[in-house]
């Protein structure tokens, strides 16, 4: 009998979680929702910085901000997105794996990289590797702030200034995990800096703008926001990435909870009818041996 | 009457798109007004406060600590770092934020007074944008 009881607790147990899962679940699904808002809302600053910048480059096609030229490669930065919270199936890892394969590679080259990294679960991985941690901020939440980030952008921005050779940096990278669909997500790596010279062809070529300060000065405050929207947008799309991920993974937690119950329930009919069983036989022997 | 489409949009999102009659905006080196057919203009924008006239000549106020502003014939962008609308303005947290920035001046080394002085230009500017904002209400 007491084995019966067993089952039946263990099926009540699982039942439960098998509710948390569900409601981790619907959670997720509605802040994917509103995530994915926020991710349209980002497309117009960045739209109208890249014009802007576009112009300030056409203005001055002589003069070569530090931002826009390619230098000689001693050493890299990145800036590393990840999640402050678990149960995201394999998101984090991906972008670890593949975090680990560039810095390999640069390793290789003689490159070396130094990280700053956004977002708890990162900041737990490469505590115990052997890596070059320059800045880390964890707790940034499910609805980012550009307040938060605006510190190691800007620690990012100095040590390119500096330069490789002082200990700087010559080229920053941005790890994260882009949004195709709620089914997949990829970990990728963006260049920051140098930024993608823009197109200036499609500009209209017979007025220039009035420049307050001198142009050249007010591309670096241009290129620092273009740059600093692109970390905010990383930051929120990979928000949306660990609730789709989220979402996945408590859905096939619910699922394989369900069949767990199913088994049990299997389990728990059988004993309970080699039960009835039993007691069925004792009841004929005893009567079979009082007729006798 | 010629009117300007206004769009003010900062990374986290867009905070205004209409049309104005006029724009008053806190330029880095000194305030400009943009009435219709302006010359086109790029500058950068220091801590204050963006007045947008509407055509029915209501006036919407925005705090801005900074950003770009370009100006073409007819149209306006801001593109704000933080702009919160003038009417999530809270007075008294400015006041305070003033308070304090006045202090860590008055208790700074070399060092840190570029840094309170920048920080005390911004609280200034947040709250005369609140007070003014009161005025209005009241």
Not at chain 1, 3 to 16: D, W
Not at chain 1, 37 to 42: E, N, P
Not at chain 1, 241 to 262: F, Q, Y
Not at chain 2, 14 to 43: N, W
């Amino acid at each position: 009998m007491s084995n019966l009881k067993e089952i039946r607790t263990k099926i009540g147990s699982v039942k439960n979680t098998q509710k948390i899962t569900a409601a981790m679940e619907m959670v997720a699904a509605s802040k994917l929702r509103r995530t994915q808002d926020r991710m349209r809302q980002t497309r117009p600053f960045a739209d109208k910085i890249r014009t802007a910048i576009g112009h300030l480059y056409k203005a001055n096609p002589e003069y070569k901000h530090p931002y826009l030229v390619e230098r000689d490669i001693k050493r890299v930065g990145y800036i590393v997105i990840t999640t402050d919270r678990g149960l995201c199936g394999g998101l984090n890892v991906n972008e670890f794996r593949m975090l680990l394969n560039e810095l390999r590679e640069w390793k290789s080259k003689g490159v070396e990289a130094d990280l700053c990294l956004l977002g708890s679960k990162g900041v737990q991985f490469f505590r115990s590797l052997d890596v070059n941690v320059v800045g880390a901020t964890s707790n940034i939440g499910e609805n980012p702030s550009m307040s938060d980030l605006i510190a190691s952008i800007t620690m990012m921005l100095e040590a390119f200034e500096t330069g490789g050779e002082e200990g700087g940096i010559d080229s920053l990278f941005l790890v994260h995990n882009r949004f195709d669909s709620t089914m997949s997500q990829k970990p990728q790596s963006v260049t920051l800096i140098p930024v993608e010279a823009p197109d200036a062809e499609e500009l209209p070529q017979h007025w220039d703008y009035i420049y307050e300060p001198e142009a050249t000065e007010l591309l670096t405050s241009v290129l620092q926001r273009y740059i600093e929207s692109q970390v905010y947008r990383g930051t929120v799309e990979n928000v949306a990435c660990e609730m789709a991920a989220k979402m996945v993974a408590m859905k096939s937690a619910t699922d394989n909870a369900g069949k767990l119950i199913d088994n049990l329930q299997l389990d728990y009919n059988k004993a309970r009818q080699a039960a009835i069983t039993q007691e069925i036989s004792e009841i004929v022997g005893g009567a079979a041996a009082v007729s006798e | 009457m010629a009117t300007l489409h206004v769009d003010i949009v900062s990374a986290e999102g867009e905070i205004f798109s209409g049309e104005a009659a006029m724009v008053f905006a806190p330029a880095s080196q000194g305030d400009v007004g943009i009435a219709p057919r302006h010359a086109p203009l790029l500058t950068k924008l220091r801590p204050g406060d963006l007045r947008v006239q509407t055509p029915e000549g209501e006036e919407k106020f925005f705090y801005v600590t900074g950003g770009i502003l370009e100006v073409q014939p007819h149209i306006v962008t801001v593109m704000a770092d933080t702009a919160m609308r003038g009417d999530e303005l809270d007075e008294e947290m400015a006041r305070v934020a003033k308070e304090a920035a006045e202090q860590q001046l008055a208790s700074a080394s070399k060092q840190d007074i570029e840094h309170a002085q920048q920080q005390l230009v911004e609280a200034a500017a947040r709250y005369r944008a609140a007070q003014k904002l009161r005025g209005r209400k009241g």
